[in-house]
């Protein structure tokens, strides 16, 4: 069973499109988070949300916005994608927050 | 700031050697620090996490350190296998994970 899926593994789009990231765990853990990482692999931490709660917002765009549904879900929508943002996106969760686990990544690419 | 740098940023070995690579970290109020393996394309796994109380930790071929006074975590690798070569990134936690750029090791048989 995979314990922290994302959909789509991958994503090629034009500039100026708006585009969603899904990620799901299955561990029952309170804490999810998404990380970008670079060209360089330079991984980030983007947003953090706690039971449906935001509690962490770094700096990023107002282009990005993270949606919890659920304790499960954090989804992630970009709109009007520019090429910077190309990247490959990784969800993670957390039950406590010094153990992470990660998802497979998607890459966008935004052409 | 918490910044974490890892040094080297790639490194090729021939099979069998031991090698060690570095982490460093500017802040040393931390939890704990992390050691993660990616294979290209693919996500991350965790190999190692060493709380903050802890000196090291270790896992097979794997001995990870940890001086929180130096700001400062090793991984070593023994006997190193073809199969090791892939992206390996530290990362420190204090209010979120702060990760290293990794260091690209390729170990050729």
């Known amino acids: 069973d995979t314990a922290v899926s994302q959909t789509p593994k991958y994503l090629v789009t034009q500039m100026g499109n708006d585009k969603s990231i899904k990620c799901e765990q299955n561990?029952?853990?309170?804490?999810m988070y998404w990380y970008k990482q670079d060209s360089k692999k330079f991984l980030k931490i983007m947003f953090s949300?706690?039971?449906?709660?935001?509690?962490i917002n770094e700096t990023v765009p107002n282009r990005f916005s993270p949606k919890s549904p659920d304790k499960a879900h954090l989804n992630l929508h970009i709109n009007s994608l520019e090429l910077g943002d190309s990247a490959v996106y990784f969800c993670?969760?957390?039950?406590?927050?010094?153990?992470?686990?990660f998802g497979p990544g998607t890459r966008l690419t935004v052409l | 700031k918490q910044e974490v740098t890892q040094i080297p940023a790639a490194l090729s070995v021939p099979e069998g050697e031991n090698l060690v690579l570095n982490c460093s970290f500017t802040?040393?109020?931390?939890?704990?620090l992390q050691w993660f393996r990616q294979d290209p394309g693919k996500g991350l796994t965790s190999l190692l996490l060493?709380?903050?109380?802890?000196r090291e930790q270790t896992s097979g071929r794997l001995n990870a350190s940890l001086d929180k006074s130096s700001g400062r975590s090793t991984l070593y690798i023994a006997a190193s296998q073809p199969g090791d070569s892939a992206t390996y990134l530290c990362?420190?936690?204090?209010?979120?994970?702060?990760f290293g750029q990794g260091t690209e090791l390729s170990v050729k048989p």
């Open positions: 949300y706690n039971n449906k709660e935001l509690i």
């Open positions: 802040d040393s109020a931390i939890y704990n």
């Open positions: 990362a420190a936690l204090g209010g979120k994970l702060i």
């Open positions: 993670a969760s957390s039950q406590d927050p010094r153990t992470q686990y």
């Open positions: 561990l029952g853990h309170d804490t």
């Open positions: 060493i709380q903050s109380s802890q």
